[in-house]
Structures are given as C-alpha cells and as structure tokens.
C-alpha cells in the first residue's frame, strides 16, 4: 500500500523559503516520477513540479521557475520542494503525487496516488 505524507509547510512572511517533504512509503519509490502540486481555494489544482524516477526529467511552472526547486532522495524516499522568494500568490495547500506509470503528462489525471496536503500560506 503507497502512502505519501507531506510536511513542512506554514506560515511565512513575503521573500522567505519552505522546504516541503513528502515521504513515500511502499515499494519502488526510484522507479516512479513525482510530482508536487498546489491548489487555492476556489481555484484548481495545478503541477508546480515534477522530477523523474532518477531525478532528471525537471519540469516546473512557469510561475516557480527561478524560486522553487524539486529534488528527491531515492535511498530515503522523500521527495523534497525548496521554495525560496516566495509570494503572497503561492498561498494554497501543496500536494505530492506520485506518477502513473504509464503516463506522460503532468496533468492531476496522471498521477495516480496523492498526499493529504500541507498548508502553505504567505502573509505579511
């Protein structure tokens, strides 16, 4: 049974950094690609990044290039989002997913097990 459990996020002031973690318990972690993504309220869910299963194949929104960074550790298996510079605009509850196999977008439809979501709110 796959279980993805994120943490690290909270509340921080305009221009600070978060580092999100989403642990991944059950088997083959490495041979899987991930993904974190973010959704405010009202709004939908959308990818912020992904990485493959060997930590090449980066992808990041438009809107993150620059600030945020996806890594992952496949002897822990964790996958990590460092979020530096961070804006009042990156308010919304971040989720890590893990990709389908057989997929190839980074549509929310192609990742096939997801994180209970942690918090992530920017305020002065």
């Known amino acids: 049974q796959v279980q993805l459990v994120e943490s690290g996020g909270g509340l921080v002031q305009p221009g600070d950094s978060l580092r999100l973690s989403c642990a991944h318990s059950g088997r083959d972690f490495s041979l899987y690609g991930m993904g974190w993504f973010r959704q405010a309220p009202g709004k939908e869910r959308t990818i912020v990044a992904a990485i493959g299963p060997d930590g090449g194949a980066l992808y990041y929104a438009d809107s993150v290039k620059g600030r945020f960074t996806i890594s992952r550790d496949n002897v822990k298996n964790t996958v990590y989002l460092q979020m530096n510079s961070l804006k009042p605009e990156d308010t919304a509850v971040y989720y890590c997913?893990?990709?389908?196999?057989?997929?190839?977008?980074?549509?929310?439809?192609?990742?096939?097990?997801w994180g209970q979501g942690t918090q992530v709110t920017v305020s002065s």
């Open positions: 997913a893990r990709r389908a196999a057989s997929a190839n977008s980074f549509r929310p439809s192609s990742y096939d097990y």
